[in-house]
């Protein structure tokens, strides 16, 4: 579950951050505590097997361009 909209560092991702789930290795359903907008530094490259699912909260991802 994502709790924390913050954009972490990709190498050591905290948990409660969209990063540290995107990138872990086991499949996963991803959902968000609340509503958020997540400003990405740089771009998202997620590990296979992830489902983003915003039901339930308004989420924004924005940002993420080189």
């Known amino acids: 579950m ?15 951050k969209l990063i540290h ?13 609340r509503d958020m907008t997540i400003h990405l530094k740089s771009e998202l490259i997620m590990n296979s ?4 699912d915003g039901r339930g909260a308004s989420v924004h991802i924005a940002g993420g361009l080189a």
Do not use: A, M
């Open 21 to 33: 789930d995107v990138v872990r290795d086991e499949p996963l359903w991803i959902i968000f505590q």
């Open 49 to 52: 097997s992830k489902t983003i």
């Open 2 to 16: 994502v709790t924390d909209s913050g954009n972490d560092d990709p190498v050591t991702p905290k948990p409660g």
